[in-house]
């Protein structure tokens, strides 16, 4: 067997012994030996192989797969630019904390820098946004010695990427330089019962890993604070396992990718500029970057800011400077005026939230109402994505929070690439229909994650549902989308493309509808495929619906 296919088969095989269950593949020459060997090891059932044409976006799917399983997923690509595709879902993990494999194929390092075809530097090419980066040597002769050091350096890769030692879970890059032959002899390619074949030392007995390396087991003291003060938390994507007992009824403004999204408050992005209900201090969990309320908050020098991390050794989040000290959430025992005052002024926000939403004050802002309605018509057991921008804040102003749906969104970078791939790698995972609410821009960042990988691959219960107001609605909210800049808000700023959704959709397989206003159509179900559903909006707007939606609660606080 040359060493190509040697090597191949026993990195997919230590792959699968130390808990793979999936892995993306994307089509090329010089990744052909593990391509085959992916390919060999579905056959035998010990992996599920996903194969797309589109680097960037089997990229996201690789890190929706691994966000919904918790597992590491690798994705395989061949060399070149091939390469530099995957940095933007490499950067989200690095800053979601998502254990992705980036498994890149190369020339062998003699020829690079001679003008070989498809040949770039690829080793080191994402810098420090991979906790892990390295290569395999060209395979040679296959001995027993060069195996234990290839399934060696396959167990360090995977603890890298659960953080096992080194800090939070994250991408690994690790490079596998290639020479010909590139494809099994005849008798190797031949199916058989072997993943490895004859002539290629096996791994250890009982299909265990070649180096057990245990889970990282990390814990923070208390946070040194007053749990009798008036306390509000924070909490972003991230952060420690939701228990709620810790709080002791003080107030909590969760994030909706939070694991701690059930138990907040329903209107509190609404309630944090009130100063009635100004905390003496706050506790962040994980990592919040929705709303700039929250921001101000923070860099309020009177308040005292803890942050909590969680267990996996993510970097505190401490944006203005202001946090005294980093640990873990103790129990609160807050005054009861304080946690009266902050549910009395949720449930009138709440109230008038609803009323606004529903009598056509914010009609000028379609997304905050079916975002509310849209979290509400998801079935228990369900799985939400967002996409960044304005529905995953729209969900957070105005959807009730709820047990029983998963909600995820790609926080990391907070970028709007990839996000259709990174939802159908999700629902792949998930035990359970998924739902995704994005934009139109996002989605057309993202058109190859429409086209899926082919007849051959599983589809996924994935409902788009497409806010589509033909361009970057959420300009209108900031500093831009003020009228001393109308005169160029469309050209540099709102940006309209006039794409058909529908008819792109459809293109690509997807079954397609416009809207009819039945909530029922904003939700997945077990067997529904793939579906796209268009909700056509305007986003002239935005900006006064907003506003006129923050007199109408304050309204009623007052």
């Known amino acids: 067997m040359n060493g190509s296919t040697a090597q191949a088969r026993v990195l997919v095989d230590e792959l699968v012994r130390a808990g793979v269950t999936d892995a993306v593949l994307c089509p090329g020459s010089r990744n052909a030996p593990p391509a085959l060997a992916l390919a060999r090891a579905e056959e035998l059932g010990l992996v599920g192989l996903h194969v797309r044409t589109d680097e960037r976006a089997a990229g996201f799917l690789a890190l929706g797969l691994s966000l919904a399983s918790g597992r590491p997923v690798p994705v395989v690509v061949t060399s070149g630019t091939a390469v530099a595709n995957l940095h933007p879902a490499v950067l989200e993990a690095a800053h979601a904390g998502v254990p992705l494999l980036a498994l890149t194929a190369d020339r062998p390092p003699e020829l690079v820098g001679t003008g070989a075809s498809q040949t770039i530097a690829q080793s080191g090419l994402f810098g ?41 879970p994250g991408p690994v890059h690790l490079d596998l330089p290639y020479t010909e032959p590139l494809v099994p002899e005849t008798e190797d390619a031949a199916p058989g019962s072997d993943l490895l074949g004859p002539g ?41 396992a939701a228990d709620p007992a810790r709080l002791g009824g003080a107030p909590l403004v969760a994030e909706p990718s939070s694991g701690w999204w059930p138990h907040a408050l329903r209107s509190g992005p609404w309630l ?23 921001a101000a908050l923070l860099a309020d020098p009177a308040v005292a800011v803890h942050a909590d991390p969680g267990p996996h050794g993510a970097p505190w989040t401490d944006v203005p400077g202001t946090v005294r000290a980093v640990g873990s959430l103790p129990h609160l025992t807050p005054p009861d005026d304080w946690t009266w005052a902050w549910s009395a002024a949720d449930r009138t926000a709440a109230k008038a939230l609803d009323t606004a939403l529903d009598d056509g004050t914010a009609d000028g802002a379609p997304g905050l109402r079916l975002a509310r309605d849209l ?28 047990d029983g749906l998963v909600v995820r969104a790609n926080r990391g970078v907070a970028g709007i690439d990839g996000t259709v791939s990174t939802a159908a790698g999700a629902a792949l995972a998930h035990d359970g229909p998924t739902t995704l609410l994005l934009g139109d821009l996002t989605l057309l960042h ?51 493309t006039g794409v058909d959704l529908l008819g792109l959709a459809r293109a690509t397989g997807w079954a397609a509808a416009d809207w009819t206003g039945d909530p029922a159509e904003l939700a997945a179900w077990p067997g529904s495929g793939r579906r796209l559903v268009r909700v056509a909006a305007a986003r002239s707007g935005l900006r006064d619906a907003h506003a006129a939606l923050r007199r109408t609660v304050a309204a009623a606080l007052a």
């Open 375 to 402: 979290v509400r018509a998801q079935p228990d057991g369900g799985q939400l994505v967002l996409g960044s921008s304005n529905p995953v804040r729209d969900v957070a102003l105005a959807a009730a929070p709820r």
């Open 272 to 294: 944090l500029d009130r100063p009635e209900l100004r905390p003496s201090q706050v506790v962040v969990l994980g990592r919040p970057t929705l709303h700039r309320a929250v």
């Open 128 to 168: 420090p946004a991979v906790r892990w980066s390295g290569s395999l040597a060209v395979p040679g002769a296959v001995t027993d010695a060069e195996v234990r050091r290839w399934r060696a350096t396959v167990a360090r890769v995977l603890a890298a990427a659960a953080g096992t030692g080194s800090g939070a």
């Open 200 to 240: 290629v030392p096996p791994g250890r007995d009982g299909g265990e890993p070649w180096t057990a390396v245990p889970p990282p087991v990390r814990s923070l003291p208390p946070l040194p604070l007053d749990p009798a003060a008036r306390t509000l938390v924070i909490a972003g994507s991230g952060g420690p």
């Open 446 to 496: 993202d058109t190859t994650g429409l086209v899926g990988g082919g007849p051959a691959e599983p589809d996924p219960d994935l409902t788009v549902v497409v806010l589509d107001d033909d361009g970057g609605g959420i300009f209108h909210l900031l500093e831009q989308g003020g009228p001393e800049h109308a005169h160029a808000f469309e050209r540099v700023f709102g940006t309209p």
